[in-house]
C-alpha cells in the first residue's frame, strides 16, 4: 500500500509532504526543524536551469549590494530594457526552487509584450550570495529591488509589480507594504498595479491542499505548525491598486480555487483570469493576446483615490 501511494505522488509534491511530516512527527530542536522546513520549502536547484540557453545582448546583469546586508550578501539582477524608451516597466519576483535563469522564458514573454523588466534572485538563489532564503528574507529582498526599480522606472504610472507562485505571495506583500506606506503619508500609492500568477492563498492551504490529496490521513494540523506563513489572503484586502489574478485551470501544482479567493478578496478594480488548459508554468504562453490585453488594460485602470493631508480625497498618479 505505501508503495502504491508513493508511486502516486509526483516528484513536485514529495518535498511538502516531507515538510508536513518532519513537522508532525520529529523530536528535534525548533531551530532546526525551522531550518529543515525552509530548505523543503525553497528546494534550491542549484547551478543553470536545462532549458537556459543565454541572454540576450541587451539584458544588464548586476549585484544589489544594500547596507542593510552582511558581507558578501547580494541581490543579483537583470534588467532588460524594452525597445522602446517610455516603455512601462514591470518589477518581477519569481517562486521556489528554480533561479533566474528558470524564468527567463517568462521574462522573456513580458518584454515581448512592450514592458521593460526588472527580476531579481532572492539571497540563497542563483548568483545572489546569502544564508538560507525565509519569510523575512524574501520579502526584504522584494523591498530592496523595489528601491532600485523606482531609481531606473521613476514614473509611478508606469510600474507593475508581477510575482509568479510563492513569489505571488510576495509581491502581495510588497503591494500591501507600498499601499500602507502611502496612506501613512497620505500620498498616491507609487505603483500602477499589480499581478499575480499561479500563486495560493496561504502558505498552510496550499500544504494542506497536498495532504489532503495525496496522504490517506486529511486531520493533520499542518497549516498551524508552520513558521513560514505567507498569508496573501488577509494582506490582499489592504493593497488598494488596480489587480490582476491568473491562474491555469489544469494546474495540478496550485489549485486554481486559490487564485478565486484571492480574487473575491480584493477590492475593485480586480480581474480575474482563468487559463483553460493552463497548468503551473504555462499559462502566459497559453494565454497570449488574452493575457495581454488584461495586462494593458490593468495599465489602463483608474487609479485609486487617496486622502490628501485635510483628509480630502485626491486622485493617486
Known amino acids: 500500500m505505501f508503495s502504491n501511494l508513493m508511486s502516486r505522488l509526483s516528484r513536485r509534491w514529495l518535498p511538502i509532504l ?3 511530516a518532519l513537522i508532525l512527527g520529529l523530536p528535534v530542536s525548533c531551530g532546526v526543524l525551522k531550518y529543515k522546513e525552509r530548505e523543503l520549502l525553497f528546494r534550491i536547484e542549484p547551478g543553470i ?14 549585484d544589489i549590494k544594500p547596507a542593510s546586508f552582511k558581507a558578501g550578501q547580494n541581490l543579483h539582477a537583470w534588467w532588460w530594457p524594452a525597445a522602446r524608451r517610455d516603455a512601462p516597466s514591470i518589477l518581477y519576483l519569481h517562486g521556489v526552487r528554480w533561479n533566474l535563469t528558470g524564468q527567463a522564458f517568462r521574462i522573456e514573454q513580458l518584454r515581448a509584450m512592450g514592458y521593460s ?4 534572485d532572492y539571497r540563497g538563489f542563483g548568483q545572489s550570495k546569502g544564508d538560507l532564503p525565509s519569510e523575512a528574507s524574501v520579502y526584504e529582498d522584494a523591498r530592496i529591488a523595489w528601491e532600485r526599480f523606482t531609481a ?8 507593475l ?3 509568479h507562485s510563492l513569489g505571488g505571495a510576495v509581491a502581495i506583500d510588497l503591494a500591501a507594504d507600498l ?11 507609487p505603483v500602477r498595479g499589480l499581478v499575480i500568477e499561479s500563486t495560493f492563498t496561504t502558505l498552510g492551504d496550499a500544504v494542506a491542499a497536498v495532504a489532503e490529496n495525496n496522504l490517506p490521513v486529511t486531520w493533520l494540523p499542518v497549516r498551524w505548525l508552520l513558521s513560514q506563513k505567507f498569508d496573501s489572503i488577509d494582506k490582499i484586502v489592504d493593497i488598494d491598486m488596480p489587480l490582476l489574478v491568473v491562474h491555469g485551470q489544469a494546474d495540478t501544482f496550485m489549485p486554481s480555487r486559490f487564485s478565486q479567493q484571492l480574487f473575491n478578496a480584493a477590492s475593485e478594480p480586480k480581474r480575474l483570469l482563468l487559463i483553460p488548459g493552463g497548468t503551473h508554468n504555462n499559462s502566459m504562453s497559453l494565454g497570449g493576446s488574452q493575457y495581454r490585453q488584461a495586462i494593458d488594460s490593468l495599465m489602463k485602470a483608474k487609479p485609486q483615490r487617496v486622502a490628501g493631508p485635510s483628509g480630502n480625497p485626491g486622485l493617486a498618479g
Open 49 to 62: 536551469a536545462g532549458w537556459y540557453h543565454g541572454l540576450p545582448k541587451d539584458v544588464q546583469e548586476f
Open 179 to 189: 499601499a500602507a506606506q502611502a496612506k501613512k503619508d497620505h500620498s498616491a500609492i
Open 117 to 120: 523588466v526588472l527580476a531579481i
Open 18 to 20: 516531507c515538510m508536513a
Open 152 to 159: 531606473m522606472q521613476p514614473d509611478a504610472n508606469k510600474r
Open 161 to 163: 509589480i508581477y510575482g
